[in-house]
């Protein structure tokens, strides 16, 4: 069947990275915000965007190799996507970002800034990953993630709403990475993860981030009256935890 979504300018075109790549036009008007007629970015083939759904390529976006963007998804500003990448769903990749390989960004997960998906990676399920991130090996972002920089490769796992915020994480599998969850009085999550020194650092709600010591300064001096005594003995209790898990 004739692709009725878009068409390859065969006069607009670049080289980038060895290969010619062709800007895309819009043929008719996709999802809410491009137009018949509209330009896009550049790809190398036909088959890099889907002739189906709302799935588009961005001005300065370039996707190219076997890499294919499907269903939904999105490439802007000038993120790249190549090899034999995958976006499906309602993934979103913008900024500077690259995905490529055998990598994958699925349902509505986000990768954006400096952040790279590399070889076997899966980023999913509502997942964020930003800043200069690097996900490689076979390492999956999912369940809420969000991660704002350091390396996760190997076998690794992050998910169930874990917070890598700092940009020194250091996860080669799941002896480098602990998730306790709910805790304290807003039932929030302690994220604690090896950094790249090899020292320990906890994420713990929407504001903590610090090193195990800290921590316990922390929750030592906010939950110190009378009535917050459980509080504070159920986090004292956590921080103990996350120092066995890393130290035995």
């Known amino acids: ?105 699925r349902n509505d997960a986000q990768v954006g800034d400096n952040a790279q998906i590399l070889e076997s990676a899966v980023v999913t399920g509502y997942s964020f990953v930003r800043g200069n991130a690097i996900i490689r090996g076979a390492a999956r972002i999912h369940q809420h993630a969000r991660v704002a920089g350091g390396l996760i490769e190997g076998n690794a796992s992050v998910g ?37 020194t090899g020292g320990i650092e906890l994420a713990f709600g929407r504001e903590f981030v610090g090193t195990l010591e800290a921590f316990r300064e922390m929750v030592s001096s906010r939950f110190a009256h009378a009535d917050q005594r459980k509080v504070l003995t159920q986090l004292l209790g956590q921080a103990s935890l996350v120092e066995t898990w890393f130290t035995a």
């Open 160 to 196: 169930q709403y874990a917070r890598l915020m700092q940009g020194n994480a250091r996860i080669e599998s799941q002896d480098d990475i602990l998730l306790q969850a709910p805790v304290g009085p807003s039932s929030d999550a302690i994220t604690a993860y090896r950094t790249s």
């Open 1 to 105: 069947m004739a692709n009725t979504k878009f068409t390859l300018d065969t006069r607009d075109t670049i080289t980038h990275d060895g290969r010619k790549l062709y800007r895309i036009k819009a043929l008719k008007n996709i999802g809410l915000h491009v137009f018949e007629g509209n330009l896009g970015g550049y790809v190398e083939h036909e088959k890099n965007l889907d002739s189906y759904g709302t799935s588009w390529i961005d001005v300065n976006a370039r996707v190219y190799g076997d890499a294919q963007i499907a269903d939904d998804s999105q490439v802007s500003n000038f993120a790249q996507v190549c090899g034999n990448a995958l976006l499906s769903g309602n993934a979103t990749v913008f900024g500077q970002a690259i995905v490529r390989d055998q990598a994958k960004v």
